[in-house]
């Protein structure tokens, strides 16, 4: 299957620093790549939708300023979050499709996921 | 709104015994729908996924879900667990022709030898 990487897989700010997530499809050009959330012991939340050479799509009660989201290339989607405070601290997985695999085919892969820990 | 309800949070077996894990989804129309596995410390891996035909949907290592459109319901079923099977189970729907995955709250399969 196609392979989804993320970078860093761990990370560790202060509280009012920025830290970008990035997010590649290693076999395949994802043209939508999607931004989740996850909270210990909870399912994945959505967060945006990122597609390549426009704005990314937020889901209701998601900052658009506080998570920013660029999705420069048809490989690369990253994720900033902006002057980070501790309920910042989380599990941000993204996931990729691949067009080719079938305009029917809704599948997406995964990344590994990166920890945020705000101190 | 689109929901994915899984009435399990918590689940343990002994290996050998039958798996059922129950989802329930909230859409009137078409909709497609997954499994996903996300075992210890890896990322989440399909199944498998239904989006027309048998509703009856073989995924991998052993893995059958069902779907009962009359109930809105795509149950997971293995007929004999193995202690590799320990894992978080995620039901996803996506709903409406659009792209995003909703997910249910998951539940989590330890299997003991």
């Known amino acids: 299957g196609a392979v989804v990487s993320q970078h860093p897989s761990r990370v560790i700010c202060k509280s009012g620093t920025s830290v970008k997530i990035e997010c590649r499809s290693l076999?395949?050009?994802?043209?939508?790549m999607f931004w989740y959330r996850q909270f210990p012991k909870k399912s994945l939340m959505l967060m945006a939708t990122?597609?390549?050479?426009?704005?990314?799509?937020?889901e209701q009660g998601v900052e658009k300023d506080k998570f920013l989201i660029n999705h420069a290339s048809l490989t690369l989607s990253t994720l900033t979050v902006t002057s980070a405070h501790p309920e910042d601290s989380s599990f941000y997985i993204c996931s990729a499709r691949d067009p080719l695999s079938g305009s029917w085919d809704n599948e997406q892969f995964f990344g590994p996921g990166t920890r945020l820990t705000v101190l | 709104a689109q929901s994915v309800s899984q009435h399990n949070h918590h689940v343990i077996l002994s290996e050998a015994a039958s798996l059922e894990l129950g989802c329930n989804y909230s859409y009137g129309g078409t909709v497609n729908l997954f499994w996903y596995v996300q075992y210890p410390g890896q990322h989440l891996q399909l199944l498998l996924k239904?989006?027309?035909?048998?509703?009856l949907v073989k995924g991998i290592k052993g893995f059958e879900a069902e779907f009962i459109k009359s109930k809105f319901s795509f149950n997971l079923r293995k007929p004999s667990v193995q202690w590799s099977d320990t894992a978080e189970y995620f039901c996803a729907v996506n709903a409406g022709g659009y792209n995003k995955l909703i997910f249910g709250a998951g539940t989590r399969l330890a299997v003991h030898p």
């Open positions: 239904y989006f027309s035909g048998d509703p």
């Open positions: 990122s597609n390549e050479g426009s704005k990314a799509t937020y």
């Open positions: 076999d395949f050009q994802a043209t939508t």
